[in-house]
């Protein structure tokens, strides 16, 4: 319920603009860019800019600003953002232009899911190099096995598995382990690290993380290591996980803290820089999954953090 009606008629007003229904319509569905809004609404930034910074001061969207980029969703800080939920409800979806601005939104999107598979399948196989420049991997792990003791982990799933190191990690004392990525050439590397250190009893197949392919409450852990830096939907992909583990089952998520090393971006297809605990905490909560605890790992020049939570009942 909207507490006061200023409130509401300033996002009335921010809202009711032709471009900046749009860009309400465009949000509605997950962060963007401001680059990519300019990009799909065929607009140039400064005016792109100018809509944004209306809708962001009448609290209709939050900003998540990143190195050199500025991301965009419907705010969740403030009552603006729920009269756009509601107002988005009403959007005639049959538009034509915004149809067009869907078609052009996946478009962008598939060329960013593409840059992001040559990525991986250019670096499949130096991939584990990678991973050491980024942080002392051995003390990661540690605390990996300490919040989830291999005994306790029952059947695990390693979403976005890529060489396979997580399941490797596991191989005494999970029931079964299942590794989902969709990158063949990373599986490639997968199978032969797993079969070449005597992990014939785990399993990995290709899939997507958005949609993946197991029944609901079908394991005890879930990890999702190092991947979604790289997606434009992270809160997508882990209610996809909550769906898939049991009830009281534990999921943990290993990624980086904020930072500014926008390199990481242009050379190495990270679409985020990092996320603050309050944003994954919210991920986590909407995913029904209850924090048990959040745990920072310093490095530098990045830091790991690592969030474990547990399937409410
Ligand atoms: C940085 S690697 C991390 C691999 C592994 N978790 C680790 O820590 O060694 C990220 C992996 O996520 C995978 N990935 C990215 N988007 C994905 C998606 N939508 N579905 C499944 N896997 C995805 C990539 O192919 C890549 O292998």
Same mark, same amino acid.
């Given at each position: 319920?909207?507490?006061?009606? /200023?409130?509401?008629?300033? %996002? *009335?007003?921010? $809202?009711?603009? #032709?471009?900046?229904?749009?860009?309400?319509? &465009?949000?509605?569905?997950?962060?963007?860019?401001?680059?990519?809004?300019?990009?799909?609404?065929?607009?140039?930034?400064?005016?792109?800019?100018?809509?944004?910074?209306?809708?962001?001061?009448?609290?209709? &969207?939050?900003?998540?600003?990143?190195?050199?980029?500025?991301?965009?969703?419907?705010?969740?800080?403030?009552?603006?953002?729920?009269? !756009?939920? @509601?107002?988005? !409800?009403?959007?005639?979806?049959?538009?034509?232009?915004?149809?067009?601005?869907?078609?052009?939104?996946?478009?962008?999107? +598939?060329?960013?899911?593409?840059?992001?598979?040559?990525?991986?399948? /250019?670096?499949? !196989?130096?991939?584990?190099?990678?991973?050491?420049?980024?942080?002392?991997?051995?003390?990661?792990?540690?605390?990996?096995?300490? *919040?989830?003791? #291999?005994?306790?982990?029952?059947?695990? &799933? +390693?979403?976005?598995?890529?060489?396979?190191?997580?399941?490797? *990690?596991? %191989?005494?004392?999970?029931?079964?382990?299942?590794?989902?990525?969709?990158?063949?050439?990373?599986?490639?590397?997968?199978?032969?690290?797993?079969?070449?250190?005597?992990? @014939?009893?785990?399993?990995?197949?290709?899939? /997507?993380?958005?949609?993946?392919?197991?029944? +609901?409450?079908?394991?005890?852990?879930?990890?999702?290591?190092?991947?979604?830096?790289?997606?434009?939907?992270?809160?997508?992909?882990? %209610?996809?996980?909550?769906?898939?583990?049991?009830?009281?089952?534990?999921?943990? $998520?290993?990624?980086?803290?904020?930072? +500014?090393?926008?390199?990481?971006?242009?050379?190495?297809?990270?679409?985020?820089?990092?996320?603050?605990?309050?944003?994954?905490?919210?991920? *986590?909560?909407?995913?029904?999954?209850?924090?048990?605890?959040?745990? /920072?790992?310093?490095?530098? #020049?990045?830091?790991?953090?690592?969030?474990? !939570?547990?399937?409410? $009942?």
């Amino acid at each position: 319920m909207i507490k006061k009606l /200023d409130t509401l008629i300033d %996002a *009335l007003k921010a $809202i009711a603009e #032709p471009t900046r229904i749009r860009i309400l319509a &465009l949000c509605r569905t997950g962060e963007l860019s401001v680059n990519e809004l300019c990009d799909i609404l065929g607009q140039s930034q400064p005016r792109i800019s100018r809509h944004l910074k209306l809708l962001v001061d009448a609290g209709v &969207l939050e900003k998540i600003p990143e190195g050199n980029s500025v991301f965009h969703k419907l705010s969740k800080l403030s009552e603006g953002g729920e009269i !756009a939920k @509601q107002i988005s !409800a009403l959007l005639p979806e049959s538009d034509e232009a915004l149809l067009k601005d869907n078609e052009r939104r996946k478009l962008i999107k +598939d060329e960013r899911a593409n840059n992001a598979a040559a990525y991986f399948r /250019d670096n499949a !196989a130096r991939w584990d190099t990678l991973r050491a420049m980024h942080v002392d991997e051995t003390e990661v792990e540690n605390l990996i096995l300490k *919040l989830v003791p #291999p005994e306790q982990s029952g059947d695990l &799933l +390693d979403i976005g598995t890529g060489t396979g190191r997580m399941l490797e *990690l596991y %191989a005494d004392g999970a029931k079964s382990r299942e590794g989902i990525d969709q990158s063949k050439s990373m599986l490639a590397i997968a199978r032969s690290n797993l079969e070449n250190s005597g992990n @014939q009893n785990c399993h990995v197949r290709q899939g /997507d993380m958005y949609q993946l392919p197991y029944a +609901d409450n079908s394991f005890d852990t879930v990890l999702i290591h190092q991947v979604l830096h790289f997606t434009d939907d992270p809160a997508r992909a882990v %209610a996809e996980a909550s769906r898939v583990l049991r009830a009281g089952g534990k999921i943990l $998520i290993v990624d980086f803290a904020p930072h +500014d090393i926008e390199k990481l971006r242009s050379e190495h297809a990270h679409r985020r820089l990092g996320f603050p605990p309050s944003e994954v905490n919210d991920w *986590l909560i909407a995913a029904n999954l209850k924090i048990l605890k959040m745990q /920072d790992l310093i490095g530098d #020049p990045l830091t790991v953090s690592l969030w474990f !939570a547990e399937k409410s $009942i």
